[in-house]
C-alpha cells in the first residue's frame, strides 16, 4: 500500500511538523505501508482556500499513486466540516483509504467507512439548516418590504441603439453604459437565446 503522509502547522513560530511526522511514519511503518510522499504544508492556516501540499497530494490521488492519505489529526486536513466531507469523498471516489491517526478514524475497515457515513450525513443536515435559516431570512426581508437584489439600473435604449449603430459591438456598448454584456443583448436583439 503506497501512502500519502499528510502534516500542517499553522504557524512556525514554535511549531514543527516533524512531530506529527515522526508519529505517521512509525504508524506507517507498523502497518507495513510504503511512504510514497509526504505532503507538509507549514506555517499555513487550515482556513486557507488553498494550500499547496495539500493541493499537491489530491493531485497525486488523482494521478491515482496512493492507496492511503494518512495525517496526524483530522484539523490538519479539513478546513471545515464541508471541506472534509467533500474531500473524503473525493478521496473514496478514487479508492484511496483515509486515515487520522490521533482521531483514531481509518476509513479502510467497515467501521470507519460507517463513521464517514455519520460525518456526511451531519454535514448534509448542517446544510440543510442553512439553506432553511436563508429562506426565512428573506421570506422576513420580503414582510418588511426590503427589496431584494442588486438595484436595478436605468439604462438608456435609445443610447444603446445609438452606439450600435455608429458600430460599436454589444461588448464595447456594454463597457460604455456600464451594465453587462447580457443586459445590452438582451435590450438591443430582444430574449436571450
Not at 494550500?51 to 483530522?74: A, F, I, T, Y
Not at 469523498?89 to 460507517?114: I, W
Not at 460599436?168 to 438591443?188: D, F, M, N, Q, W
Amino acid at each position: 500500500m503506497r501512502v500519502g503522509i499528510y502534516a500542517r502547522v499553522s504557524t512556525l513560530i514554535g511549531q514543527s511538523p516533524e512531530m506529527q511526522l515522526v508519529e505517521l511514519r512509525e504508524y506507517a511503518s507498523r502497518r507495513g505501508w510504503e511512504i510514497y510522499g509526504e505532503y507538509v504544508d507549514s506555517g499555513i492556516s487550515g482556513s486557507k482556500e488553498s494550500r499547496p501540499e495539500l493541493n499537491r497530494l489530491m493531485s497525486d490521488v488523482h494521478l491515482r499513486r496512493l492507496d492511503v492519505v494518512l495525517c496526524w489529526k483530522v484539523d490538519r486536513f479539513g478546513r471545515s466540516l464541508k471541506h472534509l466531507v467533500n474531500a473524503l469523498a473525493d478521496l473514496d471516489s478514487y479508492g484511496v483509504a483515509f486515515v487520522s491517526l490521533r482521531d483514531n478514524l481509518d476509513l479502510s475497515t467497515p467501521s470507519g467507512r460507517l463513521m464517514f457515513q455519520i460525518i456526511g450525513a451531519m454535514a448534509e443536515f448542517e446544510r440543510s439548516l442553512i439553506q432553511e435559516r436563508v429562506r426565512a431570512g428573506l421570506r422576513n426581508a420580503k414582510l418588511k418590504g426590503k427589496t431584494l437584489g442588486r438595484p436595478s439600473r436605468i439604462v438608456s435604449l435609445d443610447e444603446m441603439t445609438r452606439l450600435r449603430k455608429g458600430g460599436a459591438s454589444l461588448r464595447e456598448i456594454a463597457k460604455i453604459v456600464g451594465v453587462s454584456y447580457v443586459t445590452v443583448r438582451t435590450r438591443l436583439l430582444g430574449r436571450v437565446k
